[in-house]
Every structure is written in C-alpha cells, then in structure tokens.
C-alpha cells in the first residue's frame, strides 16, 4: 500500500481524535463556564465551580493549540481555506475565549458584587459562544461552504457571516452546547458540594436529554440534506488538486456511505446507547461512569460526522468539484510523516500529564479550602 495514502488516511483518523479530545476537555472546561450562573447560587459556590476546573482548563486548552496545528500542518489547504472564509467566525471565538483566563485570574480580586458577577457573565459567554461555534462549524462543513479557487488555488470566500449562523449550524452549535453542559455538570458533580453537587447533576441529565433530543432533529435534517460524490478525478493516494476532479451534489448524499456500509450506522447508535446509559449512570450517581460515557458519545458523534462526509474534509456549495478531500488537500508525505513521528511522542506526554493532574486534583471543593488558598480563583 502506497506510504502516501497511508499518511493521509492516518491524519484524516487522528484529526478526528483531536476533534474528539477537544469537545471531551475544552467542551468539559466551556460547560461549567455556561452553568456557572445556574448551578452556583451564591459567590462561594461558583468560587468552587471555578476551583474543580482552576488546575486542569488551561491544560486542556492544548487540545485547540494541537487541532490548529493538525490542520495547518497536515492539511493547509483546508486550514488557508477555512480561516480566511470563516476569518469573522475566527475573531469572535477568540475574543470570547481572550476574556475566559481574564474571568479566571480578575473575578476574585475585588470584593464587590457586580465586579463578580459581571465576570461570571463573562465566564458564562466564553463557555457557550466557543462550543456553539465549535459545532455551528462542523454543521457548516456538513452542508458545504461557499467557496472556489482560481488557477492559483487562490481560495475566494461568497458567503456572508450571517450564512454562517444558518437554522442547521447554529442546531448542530446547540447539539454541541448540550454536550459540553452535560460534561461539564459532571465535573461539578463530582468534585462539589452536596447542594452544588446535585443541581450539577440535574443540569448534566438536563444537558443529556437535550442533547438526545437535538441529535434526532439534526439526524433527520441530514437525510434531507445534499451530499457529495466525486464522479470524475485521479485515483486516491495520486497528486492532485481541487482542480482535478469533478463533483456532483447528490440528494441524500450524506447518508451514502451508511447505504454502502451499514456497519457505519453503528456510531450513531453508540451515541444514543452511550448518552441513555449516561443518563441513567447520573441517576444512580455513578459519577465517573457517566463521565466516560459522555466521553463516549463525543466520540461516537464525531465519528457520525466523519463517516458521513468521507473522502470529503470541506465541500464548496459554490463549484462543487473545489472541494477539499483527503487526497486533494493534505501536506506532503515527508511533513506527514515527521508530524506523525512528533505526535507518536508528544501524544502519550499529553494524556499521561492530563490524567495525573485530574488524579492528584481528585477529591471534592469545599468553600473553607476555597477562602483559605491564596491561589484560589
């Protein structure tokens, strides 16, 4: 089997991990930012919310820094493509995320009242913007982007901001926000306070219920929706260019791949399975079980989306044979190759690091430690 191909297809696949670690870590650390106005009813509960996930947010923000540098690196014709047509989506994510290590570092260091609950305001919309964006662009990509290149590959944006927030990307930006809430109330659950604790995990099965419910409306919106088919173009693992081929939109085109192989729509259903037997694990106040089976359908509904779209990473609406695939858009063989000795050992480094800090933080946040650590939020 050609090495290139084999790069290629290893990148799509660990892409699709990074997605996943993102929506898992950041989507936990952005969920209790979105309830914390909710479930902390007063300044030393939301003190606490602050503290569970104090050690580990900035942490997890590595998973943002390593999915940028996936795309830039492994696939610059996606990341040239994508950032300069979603470059308006691009600035309000980062300036809703520019005011989260603000909110972290300013909110305590005045006693007043309204200067604390403006910041909780502002932790409240740099947990919700970032994961509505998050799946808002993944809901984008599924439909297609307004996008073509020229003789130079010289990509050309013809859509709008405002097309970006259509009613289908802005229900799969809902879909992720029911997610991270679900994620992120568990965290609170596990390391709170009685009274914190349990409106945690009424948000988390709350979280988990509209999650369920927004899924289905977007898996039915998907069977109506156009795919894409490529009907002429060089042979996978052959170099290439968008300009290479011929694509055609297909009605009910994103649910090709599950028609030819029904083993796919195996991804789906782990995410129901996973989010009802999570449910059900919150009920019985199996804290850490329902922690991984959030992890779970995160990554069953990642994998939903991937099977769907493949070869496809982002399809125009504009000239449907521009659009990005696997074969069409990725780096070189020799850059794949060393990234990927790179994440062989860096990758490993991450998760060892990442679960010895969630195991030395173990253990519940009480206001009495809160209010005697001179470090604490």
Same mark, same amino acid.
């Given at each position: 089997m050609d090495?290139?191909?084999?790069?290629?297809?290893?990148?799509?696949?660990?892409?699709?991990?990074?997605?996943?670690?993102?929506?898992i870590m950041v989507g936990m650390d $952005?969920? %209790?930012?979105? =309830?914390?106005?909710?479930?902390?009813?007063?300044?030393?509960?939301? @003190?606490?919310?602050? +503290?569970i996930i104090g050690p580990h947010w900035d942490g997890n923000?590595?998973?943002?820094?390593?999915?940028?540098?996936?795309?830039?690196a492994a696939w610059p014709l996606v990341y040239a493509t994508a950032f300069?047509?979603?470059?308006?989506?691009?600035?309000?994510?980062?300036?809703? $995320?520019? %005011?989260?290590? =603000?909110?972290?570092?300013?909110?305590?260091?005045?006693?007043?009242? @309204?200067?604390?609950? +403006?910041?909780?305001?502002a932790l409240f919309v740099s947990g919700f913007v970032p994961m509505l964006i998050y799946g808002a662009a993944i809901g984008n990509v599924l439909q297609g982007v307004p996008f073509n290149f020229d003789w130079r590959l010289t990509s050309y944006y013809t859509g709008s901001f405002w097309g970006l927030l259509n009613p289908f990307a802005v229900l799969c930006g809902l879909v992720s926000v029911a997610l991270s809430i679900y994620m992120g109330g568990n965290a609170l659950m596990r390391s709170g306070e009685e009274q914190l604790a349990e409106r945690a995990r009424k948000a988390s099965a709350l979280g988990g219920l509209a999650f369920l419910v927004l899924f289905s409306v977007a898996g039915v919106w998907v069977s109506f929706l156009d795919g894409y088919q490529i009907v002429q173009g060089p042979a996978a693992g052959v170099a290439q260019t968008p300009l290479h081929q011929i694509v055609e939109r297909v009605s009910g085109g994103l649910l090709a791949n599950y028609a030819a192989h029904p083993i796919l729509w195996v991804l789906p259903g782990l995410a129901y399975a996973a989010m009802l037997?999570?449910?059900l694990a919150l009920r019985m106040h199996r804290r850490l079980v329902a922690w991984w089976l959030g992890a779970v359908t995160?990554?069953?509904?990642?994998?939903?989306?991937?099977?769907?779209?493949?070869?496809f990473i982002m399809p125009s609406v504009t000239e449907p044979s521009h659009s990005l695939t696997l074969w069409n858009s990725g780096a070189s063989t020799l850059t794949q190759g060393w990234?990927?000795?790179?994440?062989?050992?860096?990758?490993?480094l991450?998760?060892?690091?990442?679960?010895?800090?969630?195991?030395?933080?173990?253990?519940k946040v009480d206001a009495e430690h809160v209010k005697s650590d001179d470090h604490a939020y």
């Open positions: 090495l290139s191909f084999v790069l290629t297809v290893t990148w799509w696949l660990l892409l699709g991990v990074l997605l996943m670690g993102l929506g $952005m969920g %209790v930012g979105t =309830l914390l106005r909710f479930v902390g009813r007063n300044d030393d509960e939301r @003190r606490i919310a602050l +503290n923000q590595v998973w943002f820094v390593l999915g940028g540098g996936a795309i830039f300069s047509g979603f470059y308006i989506v691009m600035l309000v994510l980062l300036w809703s $995320m520019i %005011v989260r290590p =603000l909110g972290f570092e300013y909110r305590s260091k005045m006693p007043s009242a @309204r200067w604390r609950n +403006n910041w909780d305001w037997l999570g449910l995160w990554i069953a509904v990642i994998g939903t989306v991937g099977a769907a779209m493949f070869p990234m990927l000795g790179f994440t062989i050992v860096f990758m490993p991450i998760l060892t690091y990442t679960s010895w800090a969630f195991w030395v933080m173990r253990g």
